[in-house]
């Protein structure tokens, strides 16, 4: 088939530092108070007092939603979401539409390759620049997928398993087990500055769901950055005796010679896993080379569907799980199509953990939730990525080109 050409690149915002609080959508930490995500959740800034209640006090939410819509010459359109907000909007609109408009449909992986070299300049290989570079990269295997009648995993090359089955993260992996889930990842709430009793306090959590859960549910801890080596060993040997199943994202995100010395020195039995705030395949081949059990990249983050692809192959051959964070439809069309994806996470966006909210919402509608800790692929038949932008949602289009 003969497909179109791409004739015009959209960049639009949503939230952020100057907008109203609360409002979710593809920066899913913007949330209402109350809420578990921002409910002393160690994080690397937890050692400055006025800033280790709420990761929102140190501006986690203050980039908003970028939201990048591609049309065709047809009249076809595809879009994708993810965070970088104005300044993903500028980026996008004055700089990578050279790139896109003029180009076939289905050239994306040349318009992929020209973004990324063209960024790297001031890109650093990651960042608010991968944040645009992925949502743009999104967008176009949607509008690929919509132009083709397609959904996208098919254009992978079609599903490897019949459904996807979760684990939950959230702050009560007790209700996850009761709605199917096959594990719950707790957020840590201390670090290195708390000490031994930081330690305690955690390790005792992981006990308390370990005797509400039972012996065989999966029960997991993110954090987020926020600790050093030491701390890190010292808490997974203190939770090795409720069977663990992995710690998640100790280190800041580039600290590989540090991820190594925690492989060495974890539990046996008990993973590594980490990766969601890398944004380039060459930092994912120097986190496989460190040995961790489970390679972790954001498809909104990383460098799009087309980064994700490229880090699944390379995960593969060295006999590592890929586990994308979160990102709903964006990474469900392709763990679906990957052999070394036998799970994959769901973010448990209500404020307490009692329902289940979709992670965009209430960005995106037709995005679909499990049920029963599950999604079947045939949730997943529809063109593109199968789903659409909320009209009731208020996006700004800041800049031109």
């Known amino acids: 088939m003969t497909l179109a050409t791409i004739k015009t690149v959209r960049a639009y915002s949503m939230g952020g530092a100057n907008a109203q609080k609360g409002q979710g959508g593809g920066d ?8 578990w995500i921002d409910d002393h959740v160690a994080s690397p800034m937890s050692k400055y007092k006025e800033y280790e209640q709420s990761r929102q006090s140190f501006g986690l939410n203050v980039l908003g939603t970028l939201v990048v819509e591609v049309e065709a010459e047809d009249g076809a359109r595809g879009f994708a979401v993810s965070t970088g907000g104005e300044i993903g909007c500028f980026i996008v609109e004055k700089h990578l539409s050279r790139f896109i408009e003029g180009k076939p449909v289905s050239a994306i992986r040349l318009i992929h390759d020209q973004m990324i070299n063209a960024t790297l300049f001031y890109s650093g290989g990651g960042g608010v ?69 930081g330690i305690r306090k955690d390790a005792a959590m992981v006990a308390r769901f370990r005797e509400e859960c039972g012996p065989d549910f999966w029960l997991m801890l993110d954090c987020w950055m926020s600790q050093d080596v030491h701390y890190a060993v010292k808490l997974a040997h203190a939770c090795a005796p409720y069977n663990l199943k992995w710690l998640e994202e100790s280190l800041p995100p580039l600290q590989f010679e540090g991820y190594a010395a925690l492989k060495r020195n974890m539990p046996p039995g008990m993973m590594v896993s980490t990766g969601e705030h890398l944004g ?19 498809v909104g983050w990383c460098g799009g569907l087309t980064t994700l692809l490229e880090v699944a192959a390379l995960a593969k051959a060295r006999g590592q799980l890929v586990v994308p964070h979160g990102s709903s439809v964006y990474s469900h069309h392709a763990v679906i199509t990957f052999t070394n994806s ?59 080109h």
């Open 280 to 298: 380039s395949l060459e930092a994912f081949r120097a986190l496989s080379d460190t040995g961790v059990d489970i390679l972790q990249p954001d």
């Open 129 to 197: 620049v991968m944040n645009a570079v992925s949502c743009v990269d999104l967008a176009l295997w949607d509008l690929l997928g919509k132009s083709a009648g397609l959904p996208v995993y098919q254009l992978l090359g079609g599903a490897v398993r019949d459904e996807l089955i979760f684990y939950a993260t959230g702050a009560r992996p007790d209700l996850a087990q009761g709605m199917g889930f096959i594990g719950g990842k707790m957020p840590a709430h201390w670090g290195p500055h708390d000490g031994d009793e």
């Open 342 to 400: 036998p799970f994959s996470e769901f973010l448990m966006m209500s404020p307490d953990c009692a329902t289940l909210r979709p992670q965009f919402d209430p960005l995106l509608t037709g995005e679909p939730v499990p049920v029963n800790g599950r999604i079947h692929r045939l949730v997943l038949d529809k063109p593109g990525f199968g789903v659409e932008l909320n009209p009731e949602c208020r996006l700004t289009r800041p800049y031109t």
């Open 28 to 35: 899913y930490h913007d949330q209402g108070s109350g809420h």
